[in-house]
């Protein structure tokens, strides 16, 4: 069954260090996958998807994501975080059975200190 | 451009009472539509999904129903509300060609008491 794991319930960090959001995923073909961020009693937003080539795609925000396919890892980075990325942040894998079906991790919460 | 709509933005309940919450989209016809709740400190659980009118794909087994008697309007509900109903819901589309990429609505605090 596909499922998606992120160990880190929450993640804390200073304004201005680096990030990285750890994502695993189990998928029995080439996985869809992307990062979703929702801020406080809001909906999502879609801030990167991979499908195929490039391992390490760009998304909104200045996040990227690489895809390792050996691991069954595509985890979130930010060379440089902003008080405003403090959010919740999802990741998810999209089925193609019976049409797109997404499947998401639970979330990792992330503080920004100042 | 597209949009999705819903409604209430937030919701108090008894236990017992019924529930309706609508969703509806604009700017996109056949869309697939998503029903997701998200409980306190959890992640996001996929309820419903429909890819056409009177087409629903229930995933999870619950006090809860769905239905779209509309190409564009999906609607949760309920005919008796649990304790364990309490929770955001959020209603998401997503096109059928290149319909990986999800749009949410801004979502449903339910509080049921």
């Known amino acids: 069954a596909q499922s998606v794991t992120q160990p880190d319930i929450h993640i804390t960090v200073s304004e201005g260090a680096s990030l990285e959001l750890r994502c695993n995923y189990s998928?029995?073909?080439?996985?869809?996958l992307f990062w979703y961020v929702q801020s406080p009693g809001q909906g999502l937003q879609l801030l990167l998807k991979y499908f195929s080539g490039d391992t390490l795609v760009q998304g909104i925000k200045g996040f990227e994501a690489e895809f390792k396919r050996s691991q069954s890892s595509f985890n979130l980075r930010k060379p440089s975080v902003h008080w405003s990325d403090a959010a919740e942040y999802f990741c998810a894998v999209v089925t193609l059975t019976g049409g797109f079906k997404t499947i998401f991790g639970a979330g990792t919460r992330l503080f920004v200190k100042a | 451009s597209q949009t999705i709509h819903q409604w209430p933005a937030t919701l108090v309940q008894p236990v017992g009472s019924p529930l309706s919450l609508e969703c509806t989209v604009e700017?996109?016809?056949?869309?697939?539509l998503y029903w997701y709740r998200q409980a306190a400190g959890r992640g996001l659980q996929l309820l419903f999904y429909?890819?056409?009118?009177?087409?629903i794909s229930s995933e999870v087994p619950q006090n809860l129903s769905a239905s779209r008697p509309q190409d564009r309007q999906f609607i949760l509900s309920s005919k008796k509300l649990l304790l364990s109903d309490s929770g955001f819901y959020l209603c998401?589309?997503?096109?059928?060609?290149?319909?990986?990429?999800?749009?949410f609505g801004s979502g449903t605090q339910l509080s049921v008491l």
């Open positions: 998928y029995g073909a080439t996985p869809y």
């Open positions: 998401a589309w997503s096109a059928v060609v290149g319909g990986e990429k999800l749009f």
């Open positions: 429909s890819v056409g009118i009177g087409q």
């Open positions: 700017g996109t016809s056949n869309p697939n």
